[in-house]
């Protein structure tokens, strides 16, 4: 097996198991409130934002549709912990605020959540999960942000 052989079965081995894990670890705080992850972050985004949000701007900060932030909008609206304020000028657009239960379960996961990080933190060490963030942040600037064409 050559090294590009073995490199491609480690990364499967270890992104099946690691992602597995750090996933079951980070989501069950969150299913226990009706949340997906993703319903989770964008609740979170809209929380620490400093100015109100529109779908729009939370589906370009995650590259997705706005279509797929409309469905994680529609849960967050559905359980109360978030409302929509239309704006004046132009009533399509819809300004998104976090209710008080939505900014009490945020505060509440983001406190499960540092929970499990800190464990992960104490095990490995500060310097690799700080390795581990900087892979992240490459990752999502040289490969998800900037694709390459081949």
Sequence with gaps: MNDKSKMLNDFLKYYSTVLRYMDDYISEPITEFH??????????????????????????????????????????????????????????????????????IDQQLIAAIQNVFDGWVKQLGHTRVESMLAFFSDFTKQVIQTPAHN
């Excluded at 529109?54 to 849960?75: E, G, K, P, T, W």
């Design 35 to 104: 949340l997906t992850f993703d319903a989770f972050l964008i609740m979170h985004e809209i929380g620490t934002s400093p100015k109100p949000l529109l779908l729009m701007d939370i589906a370009a900060s995650h590259h997705v549709s706005r279509s797929a932030i409309s469905r994680q909008i529609s849960i967050l609206l559905k359980y109360d912990y978030v409302y929509q304020v239309a704006n004046p000028a132009d009533r399509r657009q819809k300004s998104l605020l976090l209710t008080k239960k939505g900014q009490e």
